[in-house]
Nanobody
Framework: QVDIVESGGGSVQPGTSLNISCAATGLTGRNYALSWYRQAQGKERDLVGFITDASFRGTTLDPVKGRFTVSRDKEGTLFLQMNNLQTDDTGKYFC?????????WGQGIQVTVLS
């Protein structure tokens, strides 16, 4: 059974940092593309960043590029380090593991940047 679990979300003040993580169990013997998405209330789910190879550090996209970092450790846990958080960063953050025709999503974790 595959289980994808995000952790570390919460409510923070603007300008502060938060590090959320995503751990997967039940996935073995295959290289997966790991990615973070976020979804603000009433909006579509957007790609935030990803790692597609054996690297420990990934790529982030605008508008979070330069403030957010995608990484993973040698145990395979995925991280999203978020710095200088702004109110527009508020949303539910999801991690995704995909590869070989399989696609797994976590339940998502809320990040709220207080106004």
């Amino acid at each position: 059974q595959v289980d994808i679990v995000e952790s570390g979300g919460g409510s923070v003040q603007p300008g502060t940092s938060l590090n959320i993580s995503c751990a997967a169990t039940g996935l073995t013997g295959r290289n997966y593309a790991l990615s973070w998405y976020r979804q603000a209330q009433g909006k579509e789910r957007d790609l935030v960043g990803f790692i597609t190879d054996a690297s420990f550090r990934g790529t982030t996209l605008d508008p979070v590029k330069g403030r957010f970092t995608v990484s993973r450790d040698k145990e395979g846990t995925l991280f999203l380090q978020m710095n200088n958080l702004q109110t527009d960063d508020t949303g539910k953050y999801f991690c995704r593991w995909s590869g070989g025709g399989s696609d797994y999503w976590g339940q998502g974790i809320q990040v709220t940047v207080l106004s």
